[in-house]
């Protein structure tokens, strides 16, 4: 028997949830932005799509909020929550002459055989701050993100609901 249309349809409403609430989908939501924003950078699309499935979320919502954390925005957004919000909570004191050794690190190839090592020294210490800013600044952006998501989901239904009523 060959799937129809409508099979396809409800079988697709079913695997990624989209009839959900607006509570639901704005969680959902938010729980991506969540992941996008955490220390698991790398992993976020995949802790984004197996917490969707055993939460029964939207993907796609989930999905979407993983990703509003643009490339772009990545090496500001980590330098900034473990500077400005790890570093004073674990109290990780930012030695002196840390930002010339920086910048001296990116005056070698990233084939210099010492560019990964002395990388790797300058930005060990750094692992804490910049897991617990990392994880503060997620669950800060997440809980922005709920209820923007919830406004936007809310007005969409509600528009969608004024133009079918319109089409009677």
């Known amino acids: 028997m060959m799937p129809t249309r409508a099979h396809i349809r409800r079988w697709l409403d079913t695997l990624l949830h989209i009839a959900d609430t607006p509570e639901r989908t704005a969680a959902a939501f938010a729980l991506g932005v969540f992941f996008g924003f955490s220390p698991f950078l790398g992993l976020h699309t995949f802790l984004g799509i197996v917490f969707a499935f055993l939460l029964n979320l939207n993907r796609v919502a989930v999905l979407l909020g993983v990703y509003a954390n643009l490339p772009w ?59 617990v800013g990392s994880t503060i600044g997620a669950v800060l952006i997440a809980a922005i993100a709920y209820p923007l998501a919830l406004a936007f989901v809310t007005s969409r239904r509600r528009l969608r609901e004024i133009i079918h009523l319109q089409k009677r």
């Open 73 to 131: 925005v990545i090496a500001p957004y980590y330098a900034f929550v473990t500077m400005a919000i790890g570093a004073p909570v674990t109290r990780y004191k930012i030695p002196p002459g840390f930002k010339s050794q920086i910048m001296a690190l990116f005056e070698l190839s990233l084939y210099h055989g010492e560019f990964w090592g002395r990388l790797i020294t300058l930005l060990k210490p750094l692992l804490w701050p910049y897991l």
